[in-house]
């Protein structure tokens, strides 16, 4: 039964509960608006706004609806979602590339996670890592908020601590829930719709479906930990020596909450860069994943890049370079395919582009388009399905490990779980600290 953890299958459904985003009204223009009544509220002095009783009848006396009212959420999020990307898109990125010796590896990725476990710094990371803060002195979150956050980040580590050092019988329990509590500080720094915890939901976000080992969400399930996961990188962020951008999501997430999707663990292994090889090994099946180089051209009009995809032998399908690099010169030369981008266009991608342990960038042909998952949630979908095995098919999880069912199965998950604890630190460091640390 578990050989269904190397099936490549994917549903799709057209499918939304209550919106998340919505144009109508025009959120900024309210805004607008009741700034201008602000204005009109001050010139009238005490003595007649005391007439009106109060600044909130003062501006329905001026027409203007109530900007808290709860329906309105939608349109307030499409708004913060908006901002936030237009402010990420127009500032000098913050983040810096870390390269990291091999040797000192595991050792210095834990100094750095444990360095995020400081009140100060959690305070500081609030405000690089959300564009639209602000840079006034009560900007940004509070002291006990950023406690909170330290006491997530501890966990998480100490949870990804007893995982690494426990028996592969164990890891998928303990990697998803240190995942999890990571995940809580990456949503409330990063996200454009949560500024505390006590506002992220008690669901997991997803579903697993016990039946077809598979895992579900967007569309009409239950929000939680991992829609807002996703909602939380309203930008992507593609940062190499000499390259660095930001891609606009926005389509991404407005499309996640409308199309539910049923996947499976084969589909989402081939979408991880340092499964390549042992997937196309144990499957038979091709990898999602195409080694990719940016390089600059020679352009007298603009700065342009050169997006070079595939190893030589091996290339994407011309559909999904056609979905990611839309309305952009596509080409081939030496068996790779060739996109050349002006760099002042590059956030009009709708490529999903991952960077591995090295620092190396990989196309990925995207199952779900136009739904971009940011690598972290897709780790997450892959460990909470292993983990429901684990718990919940004790027997034949332990076959796997055993290699009594498949080696090809067998190697497909000891593979995985070697790979992803070594590049679990990397994924929670680049999605919550001031680094993007690789290894060199």
């Known amino acids: 039964m578990l050989e269904q953890i190397a099936l490549d299958s994917l549903t799709h459904t057209v499918a939304s509960n209550q919106p998340m985003f919505s144009t109508v009204p025009d959120y900024a223009s309210l805004l607008q608006e009741k700034s201008n009544i602000l204005e009109k509220w001050k010139a009238l002095g005490q003595s007649n706004q005391r007439g009106f009783g109060s600044l909130r009848k003062f501006e329905a006396e001026n027409n203007l609806i109530d900007i808290k009212d709860p329906e309105l959420l939608p349109s307030k999020n499409t708004y913060l979602l908006h901002n936030e990307i237009q402010k990420r898109l127009s500032r000098e990125e913050p983040l810096s590339l870390l390269p990291i010796e091999p040797l000192d590896f595991d050792d210095a990725t834990l100094e750095l996670a444990e360095s995020l476990e400081n009140v100060i710094e959690i305070k500081e990371l609030y405000k690089l890592r959300k564009a639209s803060v602000g840079n006034s002195s009560n900007a940004g979150i509070s002291t006990e908020e950023a406690a909170k956050l330290k006491n997530c980040f501890n966990q998480g580590r100490e949870l990804f601590l007893s995982g690494r050092n426990g028996s592969l019988m164990v890891k998928p329990l303990n990697f998803f829930y240190a995942l999890t509590a990571y995940t809580y500080g990456v949503i409330v720094l990063n996200s ?249």
């Open 192 to 440: 454009p719709f949560r500024y505390r915890k006590d506002m992220l939901p008690g669901s997991h976000g997803m579903a697993y479906l016990p039946t077809s080992i598979q895992a579900q969400f967007g569309g009409d399930s239950a929000r939680g930990t991992f829609s807002d996961l996703v909602s939380s990188f309203p930008t992507h962020l593609i940062k190499t020596p000499g390259i660095s951008f930001n891609i606009d999501c926005s389509r991404s997430l407005m499309s996640f909450y409308e199309n539910r999707f049923d996947v499976s663990l084969g589909t989402l292994l081939s979408m991880v860069p340092e499964m390549a090889d042992y997937y196309q090994l144990t499957t038979g099946n091709p990898s999602r994943c195409f080694p990719l180089e940016i390089a600059s051209t020679n352009n007298i009009r603009s700065v342009t890049w050169e997006f070079q995809i595939g190893n030589g032998e091996t290339r994407p399908s011309s559909a999904s370079i056609e979905h990611a690099f839309n309305g952009f010169n596509v080409s081939e030369r030496y068996g790779k395919t060739i996109v050349t981008v002006p760099a002042a266009n590059a956030s009009k991608l709708n490529a999903i582009i991952y960077t591995d342990l090295r620092g190396n960038l990989w196309f990925v042909e995207n199952p779900f388009f136009p739904i971009m998952l940011p690598e972290i949630a897709v780790h997450f979908l892959i460990t909470s399905i292993f983990s429901n095995i684990m718990r919940y098919r004790p027997d034949e999880w332990g076959s796997v490990l055993l290699n009594e069912v498949s080696s090809n199965i067998s190697l497909l998950t000891r593979h995985y779980f070697s790979s992803f604890q070594r590049k679990f630190m990397l994924l929670i460091l680049r999605a919550s600290s001031r680094f993007i640390p690789y290894t060199i």
